[in-house]
């Protein structure tokens, strides 16, 4: 069993849609990331969070710790929104765990 | 730019080659990191450096050691090349409290 689950999968939604990827994790942690890898393969760093919610422009990131859930939205999603979306968690042992990630296709 | 710097950006390797990866970061960060990607996987944690000086084992260090020259530099080594070590290698780096930043990955092939 993987400490950390993303879904969905695969997403593919509507330019302008509100798009939302969720994270589940087992594990006790310290943070929890959002990253952003682009079909080039580079890899963004969104967010860092260990409690509430955090916003940046159209990207809202949401932590739940006593249910280990996190949430990604997007709103007014845009083609250059297209890319796969991980989320990572830092155990409070100084372990790293991530998820498989979410493609998220955007079509205009 | 300030940043992540990695290098080589593509490398193929004979099995049983050595080589070294070689990563840099201008933003006086303090931890640096080493993950591959594999297809279906996700990022695994390869070595870390929590502070010049200091290295640690992540989740698949088998096969690999890493140097934390000075606060700027990590670099990863691969003594003797297996086509299992074939994958797209990613330096990053953070300060805590402070997300990550990631190189542009280095794409090894082992033949």
């Known amino acids: 069993k993987n400490e950390v689950e993303q879904s969905p999968q695969n997403l593919t939604a509507q330019e302008g849609e509100f798009i939302t990827i969720n994270c589940s994790y087992s594990v006790g942690i310290s943070a ?10 580079g890899i963004v760093s969104l967010f860092m969070l260990s409690s509430g919610k955090k916003k940046h422009g159209r990207l809202i990131a949401t932590i739940n710790i006593q249910e280990k859930h ?10 250059r929104d297209s890319a796969v979306y991980i989320c990572a968690v830092r155990g409070t042992g100084n372990q790293f765990y991530f998820g498989t990630g979410t493609s998220l296709t955007v079509i205009p | 730019n300030a940043g992540v710097t990695q290098t080589p950006k593509f490398q193929v390797l004979k099995t049983g080659q050595s080589m070294t990866l070689q990563c840099a970061q201008d933003m006086n960060h303090n931890s640096m990191y080493w993950y591959r990607q594999d297809p279906g996987m996700g990022l695994r944690l390869i070595y870390y450096s929590a502070s010049e000086g200091t290295t640690d084992k992540g989740e698949v260090p088998n096969g690999y050691n890493v140097s934390r020259l000075n606060k700027r530099e990590f670099s990863l080594r691969l003594e003797s090349a297996a086509p299992s070590q074939t994958s797209v290698y990613f330096c990053a780096s953070s300060l805590t409290g402070v997300g990550y930043t990631f190189g542009s990955g280095t794409r090894l092939t082992v033949v």
């Open chain 1, 32 to 41: 929890l990331h959002w990253l952003q890898q682009h079909p080039g393969g």
């Open chain 1, 70 to 79: 996190s949430s990604l939205h997007i709103t007014a999603s845009h083609p």
